[in-house]
C-alpha cells in the first residue's frame, strides 16, 4: 500500500491537465511548482480546481483505502506520507513535483467532514486576511495535528507526520515570506480584445 500510495502520488495531475488543456507546463511558469496555486496564475480558476480535486484524490484514495482495511493509525500516516512524497518527489516527471498541500489534505479527509472543514476554514480565513496561499498552507498544516487531537486524537500522530513534511516543504516559502518576497493570490488576467 505503501508502494502504491507513492505512485499514485507520482501522477501530477497539474503536468498532465496543462499539457490537455494546451497550456505550457507548470515547472517552467510562475513559481515553477506543478500546484494549483501556480496553475491558476497562468491557466486559470477552472483548470486550478481540476489539479486541486485530482491533488487531493491522490491521498485521499490511499488514506480510505487503508482506513477501511483498519490499518495502524501511525501505519495510515506513513501511507499518507508516500501519497505526498510522490506528489513531491514524481518518479514519472523527473523527481520535480509540487508542494504536497492538496494531497494531504486529501490524505486528511477521511478521519471526518470536521477535520476538513476546519483546515479549509484556516486556509480560506489566512488566504483572505494575507492573500499568500503559502502562509495559508502553513498555518493550516500547523493547525492540523490540533484539530485532529480535538476532534479524533487516535490520528493526532500521523497528521502530525503530514504537517511536519509539508511545513519543511514550503522553507523556501517561509524564507522569502520573512523578506517580504512571497508572491500574493492571484487570478490570470483576461486578455484585452
Known sequence: MILAAYLAGSISSAILICRLRGLPDPRTQGSKNPGA??????????????????????????????FILGVNPVFLGVIAIAACLGHIYPIFFGFKGGKG???????????GGDLALCLIGTWILVALITR???????????????????????????VAMLSVLIIIRHKDNIIRLRQGDETKLTRKKKTPK
Request: net charge neutral.
Open 132 to 158: 499568500y496561499s503559502s502562509l495559508a498552507a502553513i498555518s493550516a498544516a500547523i493547525m492540523a495535528p490540533v484539530y485532529t487531537w480535538w476532534l479524533d486524537e487516535r490520528f493526532a500522530l500521523p
Open 101 to 111: 498541500v492538496a494531497t494531504a489534505f486529501g490524505a486528511m479527509v477521511p478521519i
Open 37 to 66: 496555486t501556480n496553475v491558476m496564475r497562468f491557466g486559470g480558476i477552472s483548470t486550478a480546481i481540476m489539479v486541486l480535486v485530482f491533488d487531493m484524490l491522490k491521498g485521499a484514495v490511499p488514506a480510505y483505502l487503508a
